[in-house]
């Protein structure tokens, strides 16, 4: 942009840098300084109406013809807007910018103010780059400071202490639910008490090696079916009478033909359990001794129960006379019991009340399930709460198809009583006989 002249010292002044604009004669004339426009003030002041003034040439030349004296140039200022006309005084000037010459003695100012405005701009770009690569900074320490606070966020918290942080309320301690122990599956339980059986076929007690081998046999274990033919040889009469039975059962020759040779002993209480033992097996071979025993007043009821199992006539009748005018409760109850097991429905209503009462009685639910009666059920269930009956109960039930009730014993397969163990196992393995491949 072109200089113009300070209308004061005639120095160059840059038209938009100018310190203090002045309006004379409907143009804007920049002076370089307050002072310059102060004097040119007091020139206008002091001029009449008719002195000479800075105008503009009339010649169309562009050049400006400067009427002035050497103390000062004077220029005829413009009326301010809105104020009045006087022609004796001088006429009211206002500050704005004015373009005029640049003299040639103002080249230092010139120098000094390009390299004032060429330094501000440096200052400027500076200012700015600084400006930029702050804001860059601030963005990747917001970025760093948002990814430290996700991955605080997405950590583990810390184990609660019990003591919150100043000015922070403490988070509620977060307590797991306790683990609920998983129930053992239908086929661990049965290997489990396989096992514990197996265990008690080496025992010293007679009861127990008996037992676990008398309900594997039933299964087919091998080795129980080698227990109960070594112990056929066994000079105790108790083991060797009891494997003889439980090979019977199971349907094994060897077993009967133990018991009957036990009928020849001349030791009677040998003789009469041998034959009672082939009664119970269906076996009709000791019925002379039975019946032999039923003349004697106390061995009548238990000979005529062993002969009703067996179809005999003779003891059915006595059985029945008994459960109509016996007098004696437990007599008639044993009456219709041993009817009730062949399916004779003369002492059902007896049964029936017999289970109103407390108490247990297997034959009663025994009698009951042979006869179809709802009743017995129940009462079996109960039934295998007595280690003493649960093995007999587990062979009526296994009837009912009932695995369910396996979850009744399986506590007891970890008991400190050998003989809870040893029934709820034996128990368990009647149940589930129709998986006995899968427990072995």
Avoid at 87 to 104: D, F, H, I, N, Y
Avoid at 138 to 160: E, F, M, Y
Avoid at 352 to 365: D, I, L, Q, Y
Wanted: charged share 25%; proline share 6%.
């Amino acid at each position: 942009m072109t200089m113009v002249s300070c209308p004061g010292c005639h120095g160059e002044v840059h038209p938009l840098l100018g310190d203090a604009p002045l309006v004379v004669d409907d143009r804007v004339v920049m002076c370089c300084s307050e002072a310059c426009r102060e004097g040119v003030l007091e020139g206008l002041a002091s001029q009449d109406s008719s002195g000479s003034a800075l105008r503009p040439d009339t010649d169309g030349s562009g050049t400006r013809v400067e009427e002035e004296s050497s103390a000062a140039v004077v220029a005829r200022p413009r009326a301010l807007p809105g104020a009045a006309a006087d022609p004796a005084g001088p006429p009211q000037v206002s500050a704005l910018a004015v373009e005029t010459p640049a003299p040639a003695e103002s080249r230092r100012r010139r120098v000094i103010l390009s390299t004032m405005v060429g330094g501000c701009s440096l200052v400027l770009v500076i200012v700015g780059v600084l400006i930029l690569s702050f804001a860059g900074g601030v963005s990747t320490d917001r970025a760093s400071l948002s990814a430290t606070l996700s991955s605080l966020n997405s950590s583990p918290p810390p184990v609660n202490s019990g003591v919150a942080p100043a000015g922070r309320e403490m988070a509620p301690e977060v307590v797991e639910p306790p683990r609920t122990r998983r129930r053992p599956s239908l086929m661990t339980l049965k290997k489990r008490s396989w096992t514990i059986l197996e265990g008690f076929l080496a025992n010293s007690t007679g009861r127990y090696w008996r037992t676990a081998a008398r309900v594997l046999a039933g299964q087919g274990h091998a080795g129980a079916l080698d227990v109960l033919r070594k112990a056929l040889a066994s000079n105790k009469w108790p083991n060797r009478q009891r494997a003889a039975e439980a090979l019977a059962r199971l349907g094994h020759t060897e077993g009967n033909a133990a018991l009957k040779k036990d009928l020849v002993s001349r030791r009677r209480p040998v003789q009469w359990a041998s034959a009672f033992a082939l009664a119970r097996c269906g076996d009709s071979a000791g019925m002379r001794v039975i019946r032999q025993l039923a003349r004697l007043r106390q061995h009548r009821m238990t000979s005529y129960e062993a002969l009703v199992r067996l179809g005999d006539q003779k003891g059915q009748v006595y059985l029945r006379e008994v459960l109509q005018k016996s007098r004696a409760p437990y007599d008639r109850l044993r009456a219709a019991v041993a009817l009730g097991m062949k399916g004779d429905r003369i002492g059902l209503a007896v049964l029936k009340a017999r289970m109103k009462e407390p108490g247990m009685h297997m034959g009663v639910a025994l009698a009951l399930q042979k006869l179809g009666a709802p009743e017995a059920r129940p009462a079996l269930v109960r039934a295998l709460e007595h280690t003493a009956l649960r093995e007999e109960a587990a062979q009526a039930l296994r009837a009912y198809g009932d695995v369910t009730l396996v979850a009744k014993m399986a506590p007891d397969l970890t008991s400190d009583s050998e003989n809870a163990r040893l029934t709820a196992a034996a128990a368990i393995v009647i149940l589930t006989a129709q998986a006995r491949a899968e427990a072995r």
